[in-house]
């Protein structure tokens, strides 16, 4: 693996987990302790990480959660060829719910130049873009949590408790290979799982930076999905036993064309 190559994955992994120990980072890279140490100079160089006793921890870390535009601005170029997968996975004259967070905000960006779908969500950022566009978009009601631009609590559970979809693209903030998806907020948590519950085709969206990045609460295991649309290979032992579970691991990759 070329330095650049793992000075991304560390900086991915990192912006999902927000702290990781040495051996954690070992383990993500498949590098020497030396090597490590090595990029790990040159990252906090590049005020990409802060190094601490053990390991590193986002430059965010001690502020609480990164919020929406901190996020954003992580793996760009991930979301954007995720966005375009999840887009070919969705049958015509479907409806979709597309979760909050910005992962699935491209991937609603993408099914807005659309016309044969109807969207809902519990994303204020997806809702002020849809009030731009002809597709039809309907926005559930609750309060807004601001970190992340989620509609969530109460109301929120009451209106998916009344609907039904043909599919939903869901987030996470990390997710491993033992446990499945997981987020760091017990009222998004559960928005996930009402959405789970109501939908026939569920699609996990979620970069590689996420990958054996647990967080503070899992709402899905892998059976609770058809489809992890992401942007890199995972090992084949891990893709094996998630498929086994009755989930597709599908690696979006960037036309060369384009």
Not at 2 to 10: P, S, Y
Not at 101 to 113: A, W
Not at 174 to 197: F, R, Y
Request: proline share 2%; net charge positive; charged share 25%.
């Amino acid at each position: 693996m070329f330095a650049e190559e793992r000075h991304k994955l560390i900086a991915n992994g990192l912006a999902a987990r927000m702290r990781m120990t040495t051996g954690e980072l070992q383990d993500l890279v498949r590098a020497s302790s030396a090597t490590v140490q090595r990029d790990l100079r040159i990252l906090e160089k590049q005020g990409r990480i802060v190094r601490v006793r053990g390991g590193i921890v986002h430059s965010s870390y001690l502020e609480g959660e990164p919020t929406f535009d901190q996020k954003s601005m992580e793996a760009i170029d991930a979301k954007v060829v995720i966005a375009a997968r999840v887009s070919d996975l969705i049958s015509p004259g479907s409806s979709v719910f597309v979760d909050s967070g910005t992962t699935c905000l491209e991937v609603g960006r993408r099914l807005l130049l659309r016309k044969d779908l109807t969207i809902f969500t519990n994303s204020v950022p997806l809702t002020a873009l849809g009030s731009k566009n002809n597709t039809r978009l309907i926005c559930v009601g609750g309060e807004i949590r601001e970190v992340s631009g989620a509609l969530v609590g109460g109301l929120t559970l009451s209106w998916l408790a009344n609907l039904h979809f043909d599919y939903a693209v869901i987030g996470a903030s990390g997710i491993t290979a033992d446990d499945g998806a997981a987020t760091t907020e017990l009222s998004e948590a559960a928005v996930k799982q009402q959405l789970l519950q109501r939908t026939k085709t569920r699609i996990l969206a979620a970069d590689i930076g996420k990958w054996e990045a647990p967080q503070r609460v899992t709402f899905a295991r892998w059976e609770d999905f058809q489809f992890w649309v992401t942007d890199g290979a995972i090992p084949t032992s891990a893709d094996e036993r998630i498929r086994a579970k009755g989930c597709t691991v599908e690696v979006a990759r960037k036309n060369p064309r384009s």
